[in-house]
């Protein structure tokens, strides 16, 4: 999805501060000390927002014509500014295998990251893609194979540990 943008209103406050709204978001609001403290903070606002309704997937609203807002009474407007967003990419479940031990160690740095397993993992990937663009690599003592190559020039999967039968055998 490309980026769109969506108009916000900056009005005066009480005692010299400054507030933003989104039309097309009730309740995605910012305020502060400045008008550039306003903005960035209405900027951050609506980008999470927008992360809210794409993890509930809600599809986004039309932006609105400026000419088409209505203000509320009482509002003392400054001025209208356009905020630019780029929708998040629709997320896919995926099954991966890997060992236990690397796994407890992802989830305890998630969790001092304050970010959930998925998150952490798209970070990894995002900064991994980002680090090592166009090249191909491979880290040999970092990952743990799952399978064999054979003098055949096939992959076989390793075979699953023969079950222990307890008391007798059958014949």
Known sequence: MKNRLYPAVLERG???????WFPDFPGCVAGGRSQQETIEKA????????????????????PTPIERIVLPKGCDLLAYFIVG????????RVNVYLPKSLIGRIDRRATELGMSRSSFFGFAATHALTMFPGHSIFLADAVETRSK?????????????????????KA
Do not use: W
């Open 149 to 169: 190559v054979h003098k055949t020039g096939r992959l076989r999967a390793e075979k699953p540990p023969a079950k222990k039968t307890r008391g007798k055998l």
């Open 14 to 20: 009480p005692r010299g501060t400054f507030g933003a």
């Open 43 to 62: 900027e951050n606002k609506l980008a999470q927002t927008v992360d809210a309704l794409a993890e509930q997937s809600r599809p986004l609203p039309e």
């Open 85 to 92: 967003v780029n929708p998040p990419n629709p997320s896919e």
